[in-house]
């Protein structure tokens, strides 16, 4: 396999893609994406996205991620670009070649993802929320009865979500991200009641539902271009409870500044049935995964604010 990270602008030249008189002059980083090698392709004649899948996690390369993730992204676009109600929301592929494990996609151009309104002075304006609970509204409408179960890249992500954070010699010092937080984690992570509730809600999700869900739907796979909102990045795609995309959605909406009740009032005009428990359940381990575990936010909290969301994150799992 060729790799993109190594030569892009060769690599891109190689292919059987470019117009005959067109060429890759340049190449530059497109965001600062954990999973994958990501740039900007410029020719003489025009900008377009090139996304390369490696079998490890690009900001973590001693974590093992399985390479095909890239064939469930280039699904997942496959299918919305034929809905009107969501094509606008994602790149248009203009290629894909498997063997590479290589997606090129449209560029949207300059554009900023939702990561800022962690920031504790800035809030999601409630436009942006009602956008992205309508794109919800049309992905868990959509029939995809041969989606890929993208088995490998759950029990991945079930891992990080549900195992690891909850692990207390899981080796990660949580000291070197804010002084005091190792031992702030120690009750969530000796807490039994509260582990086996959430080794439930994993063993969920690695089971089969009914609805094509995003997987990942947080500020960083939400992009603000001049051409609207864009929702990027489905890599973790899979057929499962819609609760889990709603329970992420509702735990990055508290991280972003709202409390709960405001957070789940925001579903207020999502269309399908769905169990709020269950919603919460699932936001409550983002919560606290999100705090004590390998992924961590820009969050712009204390060390007091961080122990009362890991208690609000408790307490929604548990109720």
């Known amino acids: 396999m060729h790799l993109l ?15 005959p008189d067109e060429i890759a002059i340049s190449a530059e980083k497109a965001g600062e994406g ?18 390369q899948s490696f079998p490890f996690v690009r900001k973590y390369p001693q974590i093992s991620a399985p390479i095909e993730r890239i064939d469930t992204e280039y ?27 290589l997606l090129l996609l449209e560029d949207f151009g300059p554009g900023s993802d939702f990561t800022e309104y962690y920031k504790q002075s800035k809030q999601i304006k409630d436009q942006v929320i009602e956008e992205l609970i309508a794109y919800l509204n049309q992905l868990h409408s959509l029939k995809a009865p041969f989606f890929p179960d993208n088995m490998k890249m759950r029990e991945l992500n079930h891992d990080h979500i549900f195992r690891f954070p909850f692990d207390e ?15 702030a984690s120690l009750p969530f992570k000796m807490d039994e009641k509260l582990k086996s509730r959430v080794a439930s809600l994993g063993e969920r999700y690695l089971s089969k539902g009914d609805t094509l869900l995003h997987g990942d739907f947080y500020p960083g796979s939400w992009i603000s271009t001049e051409s609207g909102l864009k929702v990027i990045d489905p890599e973790f795609g899979f057929v499962g409870d819609r609760e889990f995309d709603l329970g992420i959605f509702v735990a990055h909406l508290i991280f972003s500044g709202l409390n709960e009740n405001e957070a789940l009032s925001k ?24 705090l004590i575990g390998i992924a961590q936010l820009p969050l712009d909290l204390s060390l007091k604010e961080r122990v009362e969301l890991l208690q609000l994150g408790r307490k929604m799992i548990l109720a």
């Open 267 to 290: 579903l207020d005009n999502y269309n399908p049935s769905f169990d709020s428990s269950l919603t919460l359940a699932f936001a409550g381990v983002e919560l606290l995964r999100r």
């Open 169 to 183: 010699n899981n080796g990660l010092d949580l000291d070197s991200i804010l002084p005091g937080l190792q031992k």
């Open 5 to 19: 990270n190594k030569n892009p602008e060769s690599f891109i030249n190689s292919l059987s893609f470019l117009d």
């Open 34 to 51: 954990n999973m994958n090698a990501v740039f900007r392709i410029q020719t003489n004649k025009r900008t377009f996205i090139a996304k």
């Open 75 to 101: 699904q997942y676009l496959k299918l919305v670009e034929i809905i009107p109600e969501l094509k606008s929301y994602s790149p248009k592929i203009l290629g894909y070649f498997p063997e590479n494990y």
